[in-house]
């Protein structure tokens, strides 16, 4: 604070910097954030020194430019290891190093990923030596690399003026002082040779400008979780290079001055503990211990969200139904384009030399007969030696015999297969340019026109099938092909080749001289002079995948190879070397169209050879003493990996160096580079002549080769910030983020360029605003062929100027590249329309962040420097997403510390979050021919979830800022509202009931259970009432009904004599699903104690299952157990006692046995509100809830059944239930004896063994009522999917079914029914019999039985099921209901859950306010019905929540009636439909159960809907559960594919709850099929996932913490 305090500050800039200093202790604002605001605020009032604060250990020096003569002293430079060269730059890495020391204040701490050990491929770790960076020894840096990659350029002293940007910038170039070049380095920090290449990897701290970020150690403390085996040691700078972690703290720099940083970073690597791989105990944010290592990183995560990015969301919520996305305010600072209106840039002339041949076959005859031995075109083999040497007389006789035999040899002569003005293609591999010329020449003369292509290797090549689409379209039949190449294509087993996917039919021909027909002696071909026909088509891969063909005209292509001839001042019989592809682009123009023009010799260098020799095309200007060679940033780099081992080396010879990616970002620094070391070599630096060019513009700008004296190059440095918001400013105050361009010299003779905005109309821009480049001139493409729209857009521009007015009547083309026309005319690029990614409305390029990546310590993690960086859009934005392939050695630790790495610099640097950070091994992206990356192969790939990488991190968080405002609840209306009759707040009050249970039959009379059974004994005594089937569809036991009296009887015995039970004990009834658990409960009430039904322990998961049976058994308050002998004797056994204590159990008694006797006396129970049995069922919270039925609620229970069914004695109904609890217990046990109809009991359990077992049954019985679990349903679904015909084959007939109802507790879920519905048709299920009931703790069921399927077709409903209705989802999330179209966004299907029982009356009441609700909101049912549950049965007897559940009345209405409170949100709706007397019916639905709701960000979620969409987001998601914890969302999925799958899913489950939720997903967690635990309802335990992660007992395979 003494800089504020030495000066006086004005009271306002006090009080501003009182809140600042607030909002960061508050946490409002991150530590970076405030000290920009806080040196913004008093950046006025502080004396101006030359060096602001935040530079000062940068020095002064660092403002010296580097002139010629400084900058020589770099030239004799060490050069090592392997790192991607087309992204070099030694500032850069400078600027990467800064900015992440500048993130050493932030303490990130980013939890670590959990990873299963299967996936976790590496070497043991004493095994593994990181990669030790000056790798110049190793073998990879001698060229067996695809793309090697150079090290940090220079040695201890980090890169030099040079190496960096060290050319002079010299005023005029470009006529602002401020273009400094970026080669700002202090003279003092220049290296020796002698600096070895082991010091240079151990002093690379001082990093150039002296700033001591080089090693970072405490930076990455937080991140390292540093092996056991590494040590800390400082080192001096002798010692042997450091493998023990990439925290080694030497900071020295190389003329032995201790930076002034050093000490305190070799100190704060010793403070602080090292922290271990993720089994060991790990800190919180808080330094406290923890032993659960996910709750940890959970907490790890918290606490690094805590610190928000962004200021927070403004705290109010728009009641509207389209949640407003959160837009991007335009900040009011950026800055904005401020200069005049620029003018267009005229090249020179284009003066036509007098013997410029007509067109380009004229010159291939005049030289193919002037000088037929001049040589054309050289090629060599894989080894460098020279293969052949093409003449210009053998071109033309070849040439001539291809174009005679395509115009008569193919087809007949009625109907020659190509006619003039036919697409054919040209199929020939790299190494093979002389076939190709042919082939090209011959398709000139035949007046065809040639569509060169890339060989496609395989049936799948990556942009193989769009290939095939262009050629599709271009109505290509004919493939040009040489013979070596036709052998190597795919072939059929018959020999023939392979169809290719997406291509056309095409016949191969091969263009070999030895497989043609000589041309008759007077066959000559016609050389016109060149016209607008068609001359070639270049194919052009578009950044979404697709391929498009740009036509050149005869006359562009004359005028082109003119312009180039012009430009490079090409004179006849030079010799030029040719690195590039001749097939399209630079190398196509220059060393296949232009040389031939002026008779030019060409050295051709094959990709392959590149590979193997790296300095062969030096080699080969060196030998054949070349003018010009054509190259790319790529092999100056792999030359100057490779050139130590040479000592001849002269290129002198050279006039011309054609840099053909020039207008890249990277090119400068390979430029700079490579002059620095060859300048020895006889190279001058005027020589070095970048260039830009499009497939459309064709070339666009070259920097002409100029002699010793004149102008240099210019050079740009830029605001990183400036150029994002698409304005040039020179430098920026933090001078980490700028971009240093070099020009591609001027624009092309005869033509005239402008730049225009690069989004709405083509407005010119003004003099400091970036736009896309847009050229007028003969020599462009003319159009996308058979694109007639595209083409308009791209070919036929009209600029206009700020007034509105064109330009010119002539039209401009656009290039693709963005960039500005700089003073004196000179050309600049800064990027390609294809790589702009606008994120936040500001534009990044994608190649300035593959830079940024690249510059990231370890640099050699990244494997041959393969990196790729697309945008996806999610949530209305784009995202970016950076795809690293990483190189086999290295480890989890690494990979995840290189990440967070990444993250900090790009966002130092650039000022944007990068979405998602994905690691693949090493050469698995998808290659283009040339072996880069295709780059929307792999995001196609990352999209669908098929990259595989082996890490990911996705940072939501930090990235996604445009979330809708999170919601602040209203105060709803209260009881002051109007409420008139029926109506509230003008809406009718949503309520509804089942019709009366008016008529009493017989057995009506009897208040008890066990009256009618023994009533039904006396008088049908032989009537069967259940009968029970085994797996294999036959009868295991059946019971009549006295059969069940004696038996039940007997039971009554045992209780009273063995037992010696009082009335009202209460009985644990222990048995599988079967007839003795019916006969033990009549027992039970026959002896007048209480029976609690148990789901006994499952035998071969004792552990887990036993502790919940003696969890019911005592909080039911159970006297004694009844069991069969098998499960007395499970009980017994060795595991069992091992879980549960054989002594902690009530009495067990086994009643397969059962005496002889009868009890002297059946218990009549005196009141029928007294308890007639208990039902326990785990929740799905995972709560044990207890209620109390008493025998009056179980009687109107079975008759509100009987009459909403029709039960009756005759019927039989097939229930597939667990008989335990619920509705599944009462259908099983209870309404067969009540209603005396037959019920054929099938346990699900036996559905395992054979799952057409119920459906069979069905069908066998004639059955016309069934009732199933959604688990039944689901298993039929699965289990039955493919055997529907041999069902039917079988003679299974469901067409007697009007009513299948699926028992549940939940929302419907309507796509398991509707496809059940659908597969089962064939087997005759009607598809409206199928519907659902709805029950809950406090009333078992509130709604059953759909509409009778007679009435309905009494009625004449045709059409959709009238009972489902779509909502909206986001209205939901805001407890409201919205009717939505069916399809329309965001729209969610619900059914209705079944008919009102009769006797029940249901209200929709606000479970906060307690008062009614309107028709169509949605609200907490409520219920009042005969049969509701008289409470819940506690040992603690907590009265408050039991008054609140089962008694509670409505604030204002009807104040008199009491309800019980279901727990679940749903609402009514009346229909069409008219019930059977004559009333409107109502129509409920259900949406979710209150507890299991999640509230995020003041709305509310069920996870059911987040679960539906992660289920369908990928086909290996097999079951999906979600949970909050601490605000977190975890997203937990099953995964059915191998586990290397694992990692594709983590986006693809961010993304879609992004998209359809708005919400941000905390952890992913990715585990094995059946590790979400379900009930015996099928419903979900999230809460025991939940515990089972938090107490870290999933063995997930993969964990992903999003930041």
């Not at 605001?719 to 304005?727: A, D, F, I, P, Q």
Request: include cysteine.
């Amino acid at each position: 604070m003494a800089d504020r305090d030495s000066v006086a500050l004005p009271s306002e800039v006090r009080a501003r910097l009182a809140e600042l200093e607030l909002e960061l202790s508050e946490g409002d604002i991150t530590q970076k954030g405030y000290e920009k605001k806080r040196s913004k605020l008093i950046g006025a009032y502080l004396p101006q020194s030359p060096v602001s604060g935040s530079e000062a250990p940068m020095g002064q020096e660092r403002k010296t430019p580097v002139t010629p003569s400084s900058s020589s002293r770099y030239n004799r430079r060490r050069l090592s290891g392997s790192r991607d060269e087309r992204y070099r730059s030694d500032v850069h890495t400078e600027a990467v190093q800064a900015a992440l020391a500048k993130h050493k204040e932030r303490k990130m701490a980013v939890p670590m990923p959990s990873k299963r050990r299967s996936l976790v491929v590496q070497t043991s770790m004493d095994a593994y030596t990181p990669p030790d960076t000056s790798s110049g020894s190793e073998g990879e840096a001698d060229g067996e690399e695809e793309c090697p990659e150079e090290d940090r350029v220079g040695g201890g002293g980090g890169g030099g003026g040079g190496g960096g940007d060290g050319t002079s910038s010299l005023e005029d170039s470009l006529s602002t002082e401020h273009w400094v070049s970026r080669g700002l380095h202090p003279a003092s920090s220049s290296t020796t040779t002698g600096s070895s290449a082991s010091s240079s990897s151990s002093s690379r701290g001082s990093s150039g400008s002296g700033a001591a970020v080089g090693r970072l150690a405490d930076v990455l403390q937080q991140h390292a979780h540093l092996h056991r085996h590494r040590l800390h040691r400082t080192e001096n700078h002798s010692a042997p290079p450091d493998v023990t972690g990439y925290t080694n703290n030497s900071s020295s720099s190389s003329d032995g001055t201790q930076v002034d940083r050093a000490a305190c970073t070799g100190n704060a690597a010793h403070k602080h503990a090292p922290k271990y791989g993720n089994a060991e105990l790990m800190e919180t944010g808080d330094g406290v211990p923890v032993s659960s290592r996910v709750s940890a990183k959970i907490q790890q995560l918290v606490n690094t969200l805590k610190r928000p990015k962004r200021p927070p969301l403004r705290e109010f919520f728009v009641d509207d139904f389209e949640e407003l996305l959160e837009v991007q305010q335009p900040d009011p600072n950026q800055p904005r384009a401020e200069g005049a209106q620029m003018s267009p840039s005229q090249g020179e002339q284009l003066g036509v030399v007098t013997n410029w041949p007509p067109s380009l076959e004229a010159a291939l005859q005049r030289w193919g007969t002037i000088s037929p031995k001049a040589p054309c075109l050289s090629t060599m083999d894989p080894n460098g030696k020279p293969l052949y040497v093409l003449t210009y007389g053998k071109l033309w006789s070849r040439s001539i015999k291809v174009a005679y035999n395509l115009l008569h040899k193919l087809g007949s002569k009625q109907e020659p297969l190509v006619r003039p003005g036919d697409r054919v293609a040209l199929v020939y591999p790299n190494n093979d340019p002389a076939a190709f010329i042919t082939a090209f020449y011959g398709c000139l003369l035949a007046e065809v026109v040639p569509v060169p292509i890339e060989v496609p290797l395989s049936r799948k090549d990556a942009g193989s099938q769009q290939i095939g689409f262009l050629l599709g379209s271009c109505g290509v039949t004919v493939a040009l092909t040489s013979d070596a190449c036709h052998k190597g294509l795919p072939k059929s087993p018959t020999g023939e080749i392979q169809q290719f996917k997406g291509w056309p039919k095409v016949l191969w021909f091969v263009t070999e001289s030895k497989h043609l027909s000589k041309p008759p002696r007077d066959w000559f071909p016609l050389t016109k002079d060149a016209n607008q026909d068609t001359a070639y088509i270049e194919y052009k891969t578009c950044k979404d995948g697709s391929v498009l063909g740009v036509t050149v005209t005869r006359v562009a292509m004359l005028a082109h190879s003119q312009a180039l001839t012009q430009c490079c001042s090409y004179t006849e019989a030079e010799t030029i070397v040719n690195v590039l592809d001749f097939k399209k682009d630079v190398g196509l123009w220059h060393a296949v169209l232009t040389s031939v023009m002026n008779m030019m010799h060409v050295i051709s260098i094959p990709y392959a050879l590149m590979k193997v020799n790296p300095l062969s095309w030096i080699q080969k200007v060196c030998q054949y003493k070349a003018r010009v060679a054509c190259v790319k940033s790529r092999d100056m780099h792999w030359a100057l990996v490779a050139h130590r081992d040479q000592r001849d080396i002269n290129l002198s010879s050279l006039r011309m160096l054609l840099v053909a990616d020039g207008s890249n970002p990277w090119s400068i620094s390979s430029c700079d580079a490579f002059l620095n070391v060859f300048q020895t070599k006889g190279l001058r630096s005027e020589v070095i002549c970048p260039c830009a060019s499009s497939p459309e513009a064709l070339t666009v700008a070259i920097r002409r080769p100029v002699e010793e004296d004149s102008v240099p190059p210019g050079r740009g440095v830029l605001s990183m910030s400036g150029l994002s918001h698409g304005v040039i400013r020179v430098d920026s105050e933090e001078k980490l983020s700028v971009l240093t361009l070099q020009d591609v010299g001027s624009v092309m003779p005869g033509g005239l360029m402008c730049a225009v905005k690069p989004e709405g109309l083509p407005l010119l821009c003004k003099t400091d605003e970036i736009g896309e480049l847009c050229v007028c001139t003969l020599a462009t493409g003319t159009s996308y062929y058979g694109l007639s729209g595209m083409t308009k857009n791209t070919f036929e521009v009209f600029p206009l100027s700020g007034a509105g007015s064109p330009l010119s009547d002539v039209p401009f083309t656009r290039t693709g590249l963005l960039g500005f026309i700089g003073p004196a005319g000179l050309i600049f690029v800064a990027g390609k329309m294809d790589g702009l990614m606008v994120v936040g409305g500001r534009r990044h390029n994608a190649d300035d962040i593959v830079a940024t990546a690249l510059a990231v310590e370890p640099m050699k993690f990244v494997y041959r420097g393969r990196i790729a960086v697309f945008s996806i859009t999610v949530l209305h934005d784009e995202r970016i997403v950076v795809v690293a392939e990483q190189r086999p050695d290295s480890t989890e630790e690494d990979s995840f510390q290189w990440m967070s790495r990444v993250l900090q610099a790009i966002d130092g640097i650039h000022q944007v979050g990068v979405y998602c950070l994905a690691l693949v091994p090493s050469n698995t992206l998808p290659k283009t021919p040339l072996g880069g990356i295709h780059l929307s192969e792999t995001k196609q790939l990352f999209l669908e979830g098929a990259l595989h990488p082996c890490n990911v991190l996705m940072c939501p968080h930090t990235c996604v800022t445009n979330l809708p405002k999170p919601r602040q609840k209203q105060p709803e209306i209260g009881p002051a509202s109007v409420m008139v009759g029926n109506l509230v707040s003008g809406k009718r009050i949503a309520q509804a009931s089942g019709r009366d249970l008016t008529q009493m039959e017989d057995n009506d009379q009897f208040l008890f259970l066990s009256e009618v059974l023994q009533w039904r004994a006396q008088t049908t005594p032989d009537h069967v009432l259940y009968t029970l089937l085994n797996s294999r569809g036959t009868i295991a036991s059946s019971l009549t009904c006295v059969q069940l009296h004696k038996r039940a009887e007997k039971i009554a015995a045992i209780l009273s004599e063995r037992a010696h039970l009082q009335d009202g004990d209460h009985v644990a009834l222990v048995y599988p699903p079967g007839v003795d658990l019916v006969v033990a409960f009549y027992g039970c009430l026959y002896a007048g104690c209480v029976p609690i039904t148990v789901r006994p322990p499952h035998p071969q998961n004792i552990t887990t299952t036993l502790p919940t049976v003696k969890m019911i058994v005592e909080v039911s308050r159970s006297v004694c157990v009844m069991t069969t002998q098998v499960i007395s004797k499970l009980l017994r056994s060795k595991e069992a006692t091992a879980t549960v204590d054989l002594r902690t159990w009530p009495p067990v008694i086994d009643t397969d046995d059962l005496p002889k006797k009868k009890p002297p006396l059946l218990h009549k129970p005196l009141n029928p509100d007294t308890l007639a049995y208990l039902d326990f069922s785990v929740s799905t919270t995972g709560m044990l809830a207890g209620v109390k039925m008493s025998h009056s609620a179980t009687s109107a229970f079975c008759r509100s059944i009987k009459l909403q069914c029709e039960l009756y004695p005759s019927r039989e109904v097939a229930i597939c239930l667990d008989p335990y609890c619920g509705l599944g217990f009462v259908l099983w046990c209870l309404c067969s004896v009540y209603s005396g109809h037959q019920s054929i009991l099938i346990p699900p359990s036996e559905l395992e063994l054979n799952p057409s077992l119920w459906l069979s049954a069905v069908s066998q019985y004639k059955v016309r009522d069934t009732f199933c679990s959604y688990s039944v349903m689901e298993l039929c679904t699965k289990g039955l999917g493919l055997q529907t015909d041999a069902l039917k084959s079988r003679g299974v007939d469901l067409s007697r079914v009007r009513t299948c109802v699926v028992v549940a507790e939940e929302r419907p879920r309507i796509s398991l029914t509707q496809s059940f519905s659908k597969l089962f048709k064939d087997l005759g299920l009607h598809p409206r019999a199928v519907s659902t009931s709805f029950g809950c703790r406090v009333n078992l069921a509130i709604c059953l039985q759909p509409h009778r399927l007679g009435k309905l077709a009494d009625q004449g409903t045709s059409g959709p099921d009238p009972t489902t209705v779509f909502v909206d989802m986001r209205a939901l999330r805001h407890d409201r209901v919205r009717l939505v179209e069916r399809g329309s966004p965001h729209s969610l299907p619900l059914m209705e859950s079944g008919k009102i029982l009769p006797g029940v009356r249901i209200i929709i009441a606000n479970p906060e306010t307690k008062g009614p609700m309107g028709e169509s909101h949605l609200g907490e049912i409520w219920v009042h019905s005969g049969h509701n549950a008289s409470g819940y049965f506690t040992v603690y007897g907590d009265e408050a929540l039991q008054s609140d559940h089962f008694c509670s009345r409505l604030s204002f209405g009807d104040t008199q009636t009491v309800w019980a409170r279901t727990g679940y949100l749903g609402f009514l709706r009346r229909t069409e439909l008219t019930d059977a007397n004559g009333e409107r019916h109502d129509a409920l639905y259900v949406v979710g159960a209150l507890e299991e709701a999640m509230e995020l960000r003041g709305m509310r979620y069920h996870p059911i809907d987040i679960e539906t969409s992660v289920i369908r987001t990928h086909k290996s998601i097999t079951e999906c559960a979600v949970f909050t914890w601490t605000n977190l969302l975890v997203v937990v999925v099953e995964l059915d594919g191998s586990e290397h799958e694992a990692l594709d899913l983590v986006p693809m489950v961010t993304n879609v709850v992004l998209e359809e939720h708005y919400l941000i997903v905390g952890v992913v967690v990715v585990v094995d099929i059946g590790v979400i635990p379900i009930n015996s309802r099928g419903e979900k335990q999230r809460m025991h996932l939940r515990d089972g992660f938090l107490a870290d007992q999933l063995d997930p395979i993969y964990v992903a913490y999003n930041m």
